[in-house]
C-alpha cells in the first residue's frame, strides 16, 4: 500500500463540500464513473461504478461506506465489491480530510487524502498500483464536478449523520 497523500483544492465551503458526500442523487451527478447509486442507510450506498485504467475499464458493483465523520472535516469513505467480467473483489479505504482555506477567489475547500487499494483475481493480479492510480484521477474528476455543482448553485442540504 502506498502512503502518497494527495490534495485538491475546491471553490466552495467544507459544508458544501461534505454535502455532497451524504447525498445519493448529489453523487450520483458529480461522482465520475457512477452507473447506478442508490443509498440504503446514512452514509451506504450501493452502487455500479466504473474506473478507466490503461488498455481497459474496470466495472464493479460495490457497497460503499462513510466511517468515522466528523462533519464537516473528516470521513473515511471504503469500497467493498467484486469486479465485473475480471472475476476478484477490491477493497478501497479513502481517509478524507476537509480544510477551509482563504484565496484571492475566496473560499476554497483543501480535500487531503489518500487511498488504500487490495484486491484479488485478475484486478489483483494487474496491480493494484494501477488502480489506485485511477482513484487518484477519479477524485481530481469528482472535485472538479463538485465545484461545479457548487457555481451552477445546486448543493444538497448538509446533513449530519
Known amino acids: 500500500m502506498s502512503d502518497e497523500?494527495?490534495?485538491v483544492g475546491i471553490r466552495g465551503t467544507p459544508?458544501?463540500?461534505w454535502a455532497f458526500l451524504w447525498d445519493a442523487d448529489a453523487l450520483a451527478r458529480v461522482l465520475p464513473g457512477c452507473e447506478s447509486i442508490r443509498a440504503e442507510g446514512p452514509g451506504r450506498y450501493r452502487a455500479a461504478l466504473k474506473v478507466r485504467v490503461p488498455l481497459f475499464t474496470i466495472r464493479g458493483d460495490v457497497v460503499a461506506e462513510l466511517h468515522d465523520?466528523?462533519?464537516p472535516r473528516e470521513?473515511?469513505?471504503t469500497l467493498d465489491g467484486t469486479t465485473r467480467g475480471l472475476g476478484g473483489t477490491l477493497h478501497?479505504?479513502?481517509p478524507i480530510a476537509l480544510e477551509?482555506?482563504?484565496s484571492p477567489d475566496g473560499q476554497i475547500t483543501l480535500v487531503r487524502y489518500h487511498v488504500e487499494v487490495a484486491a484479488t483475481g485478475a484486478i489483483g493480479a494487474f496491480g493494484p498500483a494501477v488502480l489506485r492510480d485511477a482513484l487518484?484521477?477519479?477524485?481530481?474528476?469528482?472535485?472538479?464536478?463538485?465545484e461545479r455543482e457548487i457555481a451552477a448553485g445546486r448543493v444538497p442540504a448538509m446533513t449530519t449523520p
Open 5 to 7: 497523500r494527495h490534495e
Open 15 to 17: 459544508e458544501q463540500v
Open 69 to 71: 465523520p466528523i462533519a
Open 75 to 77: 470521513v473515511v469513505l
Open 92 to 94: 478501497v479505504r479513502l
Open 100 to 102: 477551509r482555506t482563504e
Open 136 to 146: 487518484v484521477d477519479e477524485v481530481a474528476g469528482l472535485a472538479v464536478n463538485i
